[in-house]
């Protein structure tokens, strides 16, 4: 059996949407839902002060999810990791609608967990 992660990166987002929890709170929902992930308990965020960015993780029966972004490059970073293969969603349909980036960046990698000798 293998994995599968996903590193994403979103650019020219709304400042909002990467300084406030409601746009992230969105991603987040809409990330485990409609990919039927099965979240273990609520996510935990972090607030940078003086408007900063967020740093968001929600730990997943199949492994977790994280954002962090940076605000003053209008951007966000999230990693997906699922400890069984998934369909992805269409990330810049989804961060577009969600964050209003106008481009984003996937590195999908799959995880091995034996050696084949």
Known sequence: MNGIEWLIEAFECSDKATRELPALESLFTTIVSNMALRPVGNPLWHRFPSGGGVTGIWLLQESHLTVHTFPE?????????????????????????????????????????????
């Open 73 to 117: 490059y209008r951007s966000a970073c999230v990693n997906i990791f699922c400890c069984r293969p998934r369909q992805p969603l269409d990330w810049l349909k989804t961060f577009e609608g969600i964050l209003g980036a106008t481009e984003v960046r996937v590195r999908e990698h799959q995880r091995i967990y034996r050696r084949d000798d």
